[in-house]
């Protein structure tokens, strides 16, 4: 059973500080998603990971792909309470569904 | 353009009635994708579908639930005899085409069954 896990699950830090959310996935994928919920809502793109070694960056999030490892990061940096959200990675290995994983919910303290 | 539009955003039924829910893809898009998220969990995919054909079912459960994406109109979850395990937020997602596969989800629909 293909699983995708996310580390950690919760994370609570401090506004300025970095941090690094981490997604193991148990199957190849040369493709990964990053997606931000807010409480009662839906889901928004973050990042479209299409190879290994894909780096992106918008503002204060940098997201990366390493297919070997089967890992993928989001970096965070200067964290600010705007920040505050559950972040979802997703791989899709066959084109037909995404898996996402376990979600990290993260919140930014002033 | 608009993007995935769902309907109703909630819905509340009682355990034993059927539950509807419609999603429209944005401009553009053939394929459809439907998913369910439990309280605190992440997505769950349950149905893939183009027009008029499902394409992969595999997270359907086998009882009471059926989708379907008819030529014109947008497509539907149905969900027979609701009972409260069936309480979540249902959401559908969109895309272009297979191969260039990024999703692109819809508000959601939350059903509560009483």
């Known amino acids: 059973e293909l699983k995708v896990e996310q580390n950690p699950l919760f994370l609570s830090m401090q506004e300025g500080k970095n941090y690094t959310i981490y997604c193991n996935y148990s199957?190849?994928?040369?493709?990964l998603y990053w997606y931000r919920q807010d409480p009662g809502k839906s889901l928004e793109s973050l990042f479209v990971?299409?190879?290994?070694?894909a780096v992106k960056q918008e503002g204060r999030l940098m997201a990366s792909l390493d297919t070997k490892a089967r890992l993928s990061t989001l970096h965070i940096t200067a964290a600010v309470h705007d920040l505050s959200a559950t972040y979802f990675c997703?791989?899709?290995?066959?084109?037909?569904?995404?898996?996402f994983g376990t979600g990290t919910s993260l919140t930014v303290i002033p | 353009n608009a993007g995935v539009m769902q309907n109703p955003r909630h819905l509340v039924r009682r355990r034993g009635q059927e539950a509807r829910l419609r999603c429209s893809p944005m401009?553009?898009?053939?394929?459809v994708y439907w998913y369910r998220q439990l309280p605190e969990e992440g997505l769950k995919f349950m149905v893939y579908?183009?027009?008029?054909?499902?394409?992969?079912e595999s997270g359907m459960p086998k009882e009471r639930f059926s989708a379907e994406f008819p030529k014109e109109g947008p497509s539907i979850l149905r969900i027979q005899q609701v009972v409260r395990g069936d309480s979540a937020a249902y959401f559908c997602?969109?895309?272009?085409?297979?191969?260039?596969?990024?999703?692109?989800f819809g508000p959601g629909t939350r059903l509560t069954v009483l």
């Open positions: 997602a969109s895309s272009r085409a297979k191969l260039w596969n990024e999703q692109f």
């Open positions: 199957t190849t994928s040369d493709r």
């Open positions: 990971l299409l190879s290994n070694g």
């Open positions: 997703a791989v899709d290995p066959s084109g037909n569904q995404f898996y």
């Open positions: 401009k553009g898009h053939s394929h």
């Open positions: 579908l183009q027009k008029e054909n499902i394409i992969d």
